[in-house]
């Protein structure tokens, strides 16, 4: 009598995504639809932009060196992510309200963001 065998091979065919310039394991949508789960990341550079973006507009800080220096980082990091307090509102509407994940890299969503409003919706969302 022979024994049966001990263990199990299962295939769960992943992908792995950049997001953020870190890797992400994505199961089939099939498997495990997406939850509408944004990246905290995403949220949090969008918070800080649009923060940044009322200190300048109030002159609470007079220029991009000035916010660089009360948040300790390069001026060039903050012209970079001060563009996405610039991201056009169906697009806002999209990650804030309706927790759509961004196919794009916040890099790639701030690029974006120089674009005129009704192109940007294709570039963070090519799939809609």
Do not use: C
Not at 33 to 56: M, N
Not at 91 to 106: D, F, G, K, N, Y
């Amino acid at each position: 009598m022979s024994a049966a065998p001990t263990t199990m091979r299962v295939f769960v065919p992943l992908t792995i995504r950049k997001r953020n310039g870190r890797p992400k394991i994505v199961p089939p949508a099939d498997m495990a639809p997406d939850t509408g789960v944004v990246d905290p990341h995403v949220l949090k550079a969008i918070a800080k932009a649009w923060s940044w973006r009322r200190k300048l507009e109030s002159g609470a800080l007079a220029t991009i060196e000035d916010v660089a220096d009360a948040e300790g980082v390069t001026p060039a990091y903050i012209r970079r992510m001060l563009k996405l307090a610039y991201l056009a509102p169906v697009v806002l509407e999209q990650i804030l309200i309706a927790r759509t994940s961004p196919a794009v890299s916040l890099k790639d969503m701030s690029t974006a963001a120089e674009l005129p409003w009704t192109a940007q919706k294709g570039i963070v969302f090519p799939a809609e």
